[in-house]
């Protein structure tokens, strides 16, 4: 089935440095994008969306980049800090069948690690 | 303001027994879903309820199966336990009116034994 492919890299920056992570997706019916951080033995927290109309979106700290043509997606954390080591996962989802967005696709996640 | 909560925290079973998992959504969420996530990997669909009613349903046996209360909190219910159904079990609520993203419990670490 389509998926949201992550293929588990670990991203390691030093504290202060600029971190891109990156995720490709392949359903083209996508149209709603979202990150998500997820920090040993709790539940996934969001961080910021996207709808498929926008190519940008910033955050606090955060960008996020939607390439449709090439249907990629990336999350830009500026002047990471060791509070931000954790799993990330990109997830994509659209109203088909009525589930109001309700059903995500998850990638496997990139694990960033920050160093102080 | 009190976000996902899930009960329990852990739990251990036996093969073969049937499993409880308990979820109240953020106050005026009317939308639960419900996710497995098996260590090292993102989570993934099993069920989608709004409204006491099942919206949408992931890859998963007829062992598993899940219910939404009036109070909109909602059952994960899972048969006949393998070995596989080892995981964390998280719930996540959205108010469903497609503006706005699904929030996450901290989930239920099931091992079965």
């Known amino acids: 089935g389509e998926n949201v492919g992550l293929h588990l890299p670990t991203l390691s920056v030093q504290e202060g440095d600029n971190s891109i992570i990156n995720c490709a997706y392949s359903?083209?019916?996508?149209?709603?994008f979202i990150w998500y951080k997820q920090e040993s033995g709790k539940g996934p927290q969001f961080i910021i969306d996207?709808?498929?109309?926008?190519d940008k979106r910033q955050g606090q700290r955060v960008t996020v980049l939607l390439n449709k043509t090439v249907k990629h997606l990336s999350l830009q954390i500026a002047a990471t800090q060791p509070g931000d080591s954790a799993v990330y996962f990109c997830?994509?989802?659209?109203?088909?069948?009525?589930?109001?967005?309700?059903?995500?696709?998850f990638g496997q996640g990139t694990i960033l690690t920050v160093h102080p | 303001d009190a976000g996902v909560t899930q009960s329990p925290t852990h739990l251990i079973k036996t093969r073969g027994q049937q499993v409880t998992l308990r979820c109240s959504p953020i106050?005026?969420?009317?939308?639960v879903s419900w996710y497995q996530q098996v260590l090292g990997q993102g989570p993934q669909f099993i069920f989608q309820?709004?409204?006491?009613?099942?919206?949408g349903r992931g890859n998963f046996p007829d062992r598993f199966s899940a219910r939404q209360f009036p109070n909109y909190s909602s059952e994960l219910n899972v048969n006949a336990l393998l070995l596989g159904d080892s995981a964390l079990y998280l719930c996540?609520?959205?108010?469903?009116?497609?503006?706005?993203?699904?929030?996450f419990g901290n989930g239920t670490r099931l091992t079965v034994t």
């Open positions: 996207i709808r498929s109309n926008m």
């Open positions: 106050s005026g969420h009317k939308s």
């Open positions: 309820y709004y409204e006491k009613e099942e919206r």
């Open positions: 997830a994509e989802t659209s109203n088909a069948g009525g589930t109001s967005y309700g059903k995500l696709t």
């Open positions: 359903n083209s019916a996508s149209d709603y």
């Open positions: 996540a609520s959205s108010s469903a009116g497609g503006d706005s993203p699904l929030h």
